[in-house]
């Protein structure tokens, strides 16, 4: 690689893993599991072409069948699932790279016809979302959900736990919590979703509390060094909002350091857009107070990167759409080569095409 003063190539010890730079692949959902909502042949070719990202985090993934929300999401909760992982996990390996798994639910964004006996989705409460999902048929509106009763949320932390070894089992490197972008922990923790008077709701330290169980249950599972947590903040995406989320983001903090994970991974701003969104949200109390690695995502490029992990503002800088198109993305930024465009009409769903097509540099 040429741009060897770049931050951005500079290795870092994550846990047990080294990178050998800061470029994360971060988790993009492409809608192509096969039988079984398992990974399929494609998944691997797609994944292998990207292994020389310091880091890849696999798509979001499905810890049990009431936690899809879109067509074609993979699980990691059958056999089948874990064996086609392996898979995955086992070529990313053999080409020299670290992949971990992002574990899901999606609580109130779902439709009855993805879950089981069509029953309703299940939420921290019964607030619709004003939000839409990709189902057999097209985009639909997202269905009325039902509250979780509190005697069903320690079947839930188990269904993380077993998540969790199951994706250590698949040869993942680390799994990533998924409490960001309006999803069921998401929903637990801002107030735009969460209605509950039991000790799950009302004040931050409630809301936290499930979000702190999962985390434990999978530190403890699989050690905090190979668990990391997804955050938004501030992103209205899927119609979730908090009323302070200052103190409530500065107290998931305090509880994550009592448990000591290994990376925060934090969307700045609004998800897939707007970074400003929230102008007097301070991003920096997050990076500067949590002990382990800040992952920072949402719209860098490679100057922006640099400067960020420069100024100390991040360790590592997670790429979503620049990865779709790129499978050699670290050697482009390397050689400040130009970058494929995107096809958005490929992202979701389909087969090879938009998926494993995309071309590398011709070497030399
Ligand atoms: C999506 O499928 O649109 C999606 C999934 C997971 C995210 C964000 C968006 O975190």
Redesign the pocket.
């Known amino acids: 690689m040429s741009d060897v003063k770049s931050p951005l190539f500079q290795g870092f010890e994550l846990g047990a893993m080294h990178l050998p730079n800061r470029v994360v692949m971060a988790?993009l959902?492409r809608?192509r599991a096969g039988k079984g909502l398992a990974p399929t042949e494609l998944a691997v070719e797609y994944y292998r072409q990207r292994a020389s990202a310091g880091l890849i985090i696999a798509e979001?993934t499905q810890i049990r069948p009431d936690g899809q929300?879109?067509l074609d999401?993979p699980g990691i909760h059958s056999e089948e699932q874990v064996e086609a992982w392996k898979a995955v996990t086992d070529a990313v390996h053999a080409a020299g790279g670290h992949i971990v798994l992002q574990l899901?639910h999606v609580g109130r964004i779902s439709h009855v016809s993805l879950q089981p006996g069509g029953q309703a989705p299940v939420a921290p409460s019964a607030v619709r979302a004003k939000a839409q999902t990709?189902v057999a048929e097209g985009m639909v509106d997202v269905s009325e959900p039902r509250a979780l009763e509190s005697n069903e949320l320690p079947q839930l932390v188990e269904d993380y736990r077993k998540a969790a070894a199951n994706a250590v089992r698949a040869g993942f490197d680390a799994v990533e919590v998924?409490a960001?972008?309006g999803?069921l922990l998401d929903q637990f923790l801002r107030d735009g979703a969460n209605r509950r008077t039991d000790a799950y709701g009302g004040s931050i330290e409630n809301r936290v509390r499930l979000l702190n169980e999962v985390m434990e249950a999978c530190c403890e599972e699989i050690g905090p060094d190979r668990v990391g947590v997804?955050l938004s903040p501030v992103s209205p995406?899927n119609d979730l909002v908090d009323s302070d989320p200052q103190p409530l983001f500065e107290h998931v903090i305090d509880v994550l350091n009592g448990l000591s994970p290994l990376y925060i991974h934090v969307i700045e701003g609004a998800?897939g857009g707007d970074r400003g969104v929230a102008p007097d949200f301070d991003f920096g109390a997050l990076r500067h107070g949590f002990k382990g690695a800040y992952i920072a995502n949402n719209g860098y490029d490679k100057a922006f990167a640099e400067a960020a992990i420069e100024a100390g503002d991040a360790d590592l800088i997670a790429f979503g759409r620049p990865f779709v198109a790129n499978p050699d993305l670290v050697r482009r930024y390397a050689l400040d080569a130009p970058l494929n465009d995107l096809n958005p009409a490929t992202l979701?769903g389909g087969g090879a095409e938009g998926y494993t097509d995309y071309p590398a540099l011709q070497e030399g």
Do not use: L, S
């Open positions: 988790p959902t809608n979001a929300g879109y999401t899901w990709f998924h960001a972008n999803y997804r995406f998800t979701y």
